[in-house]
């Protein structure tokens, strides 16, 4: 059993679990804490690196409960570093003295009562929210507080080497959390590491841009983007996803195969390739839909270590790739269709998507399509009739020629075609009586003048009365009668018409 020291030394749950020890070893022995740690029993290394065992022997050396201590203890795991329960990376947070506020150990007193404060081991964090200062930052980590002031040539020393800083509402945050203060809202749920990491991300993006390399901001720069970040994080995943519109709408990228790592920079990086060790949180998601929302994305591809599960957009070149069709042949069809501007450049053209509700039909008329060649038999007409039928604009193809008068590669929608069928279907049927006197479009027409493409809009559309066989409804089973045709003629004359 281990002894319990006396005098009790109380511990405070602002500092770390090394730092009560090395308070205590000063206090005890007048050394540094390895000594007291082997008196209690405790191995150093291990303590060093949280091991749970050693932490307990000490607790129960200390006289204070195994749960509190475990509060200050950052644990040393074989990939990364753990802190209450929560995976963090050695660079974001460890137990190692890597900065410290020299006007905080002033306040504290002699230096065996200085304290370690968990808050000075998070690395984005360069600033002492209690002075206003900046912490001071070590060319190498210490082992304890006492040797940090050493290294940092004493305390008056590290004095001056503080400036003036202010240190916003992340640090306030993280002091909460620290206090075991709940959060409310959306980060409650989310670690320390992701809540300031995607801040930081954030922020450095919308102030100096896709091209910024983190690691060369200076450290009050990062802490700046940082804040910035925050007050945009903490209002939530609507907030988040705006932020993100704005960094895509500043983008220099005007390339039409720019992909998001240009669009996004750093964010983007840092989410696709250097986050995978300790999950990043809901940012990761928040980034992925903003891409899926403006970026053409099949299904199958991969996005942020996800497969993208369904197309919600296209582009100029995945439209013409899904449609066999050239890409400028494909821009200049959009521009018919009023889905990108008239005259647009390849480059305007190629930059723009569209969701896949404004351009499924044309895609599922594609795959459905009918060729001009196979037309007339599909709806029961001639070859000169179908193409009539389709130079009038009776009969729209999907996918019109590419020259004036050219039909090669025209296909037509069989929505379309059956629309034609459904319309004569909707027609009287010719009574048996009548059927003599009836003539078909191509008979009044030889006989009567006019144009076959003429007289079936105007049967199609009533303005002529027109009549049908039985049977399947097709094109040549159309009727008209010769004084309809005539008295239609007649009231355009009377109406000032050509006759």
């Known amino acids: 059993m281990v002894k319990m020291l006396v005098p009790h030394i109380p511990y405070n ?26 008196d ?6 291990r303590f060093g690196i949280g091991h749970v065992e050693e ?24 990939r990364h570093n753990s802190f209450r329960d929560e995976d963090v990376s050695r660079q974001f947070l460890s137990p190692r003295v890597r900065q410290f506020c020299p006007h905080c150990l002033r306040e504290d007193g002699p230096a065996s009562k200085w304290h370690h404060r968990i808050v000075w081991c998070f690395s984005s964090i360069p600033i002492c929210q209690r002075h206003g200062a900046t912490l ?22 590290a004095e001056a080497l503080t400036q003036r800083a202010e240190g916003g509402r992340h640090l306030a945050w993280l002091h909460r959390r620290l206090d075991m203060v709940p959060d409310t809202g959306w980060l409650d749920g989310q670690t320390l590491e992701q809540v300031l990491n995607a801040s930081e991300m954030l922020g450095i993006v919308l102030e100096h841009g896709q091209d910024i390399r983190p690691v060369k901001l ?30 895509r709408r500043k983008a220099s990228a005007t390339a039409v195969h720019a992909g998001p790592l240009a669009m996004y920079g750093p964010l ?25 929302d403006h970026d053409a994305y099949m299904q199958g591809e991969k996005l942020l270590g996800e497969v993208v599960t369904e197309r919600r957009l296209h582009s100029v070149k995945s439209l013409a790739l899904t449609l ?11 521009q018919k269709l009023g889905l990108v501007p008239e005259g647009a450049t390849d480059g305007e053209s190629g930059r723009l998507v569209f969701p896949v509700a404004e351009v499924e039909q044309l895609v599922g008329d594609y795959e459905t399509a009918i060729p001009l060649a196979e037309v007339p038999e599909y709806v029961g007409g001639t070859q000169s009739q179908t193409l009539a039928l389709y130079r009038a604009g009776i009969l729209p193809a999907v996918i019109p020629a590419d020259a004036p008068g050219a039909v090669r590669g025209v296909i037509f929608a069989r929505r379309v075609l059956n629309d034609l069928l459904a319309r004569i279907g909707a ?70 018409g050509v006759p």
């Open 218 to 247: 200076p450290r009050m720069e990062r802490s700046r983007s940082l804040e910035i970040g925050f007050r945009i994080y903490e209002q939530g995943s609507d907030a988040v996803y705006a932020a993100l519109g704005d960094i």
């Open 324 to 334: 066999k069709v050239d890409r400028r042949r494909m821009s200049r069809l959009l």
């Open 40 to 45: 209690c029993g405790v191995k150093p290394a």
């Open 55 to 78: 932490i307990a022997r000490f607790a129960e050396a200390a006289g204070v409960e195994i749960g509190v201590l475990l509060g200050g203890t950052i644990r040393a795991l074989s």
């Open 427 to 496: 027609l009287p049927l010719l009574e048996n009586g009548h059927q003599g006197r009836a003539l078909t479009i191509a008979e009044a027409c030889q006989r009567h003048g006019g144009r076959t493409d003429d007289l079936t809009r105007a049967v199609l559309l009533r303005e002529i009365p027109g009549y049908r066989i039985s049977g399947e409804p097709r094109l040549h089973g159309l009727r008209v009668f010769v004084s309809d045709i005539l008295a239609t003629r007649q009231v355009d004359v009377v109406g000032g």
């Open 268 to 292: 983007y990086d840092w989410l696709d390739r250097r986050s995978q060790l300790i999950a990043p949180g809901p940012i990761r998601d928040i980034l992925r839909e903003h891409i899926l």
């Open 136 to 157: 001071v930052e070590l060319d190498d980590d210490a082992g304890d507080i006492g040797e940090a002031v050493e290294h940092a040539g004493g305390l008056e020393a």
């Open 13 to 38: 749950r602002a500092e770390t679990v090394q730092s009560y020890a090395a308070r205590l070893s000063l206090i005890h022995t007048g050394q540094r804490a390895s000594r007291l740690l082997e």
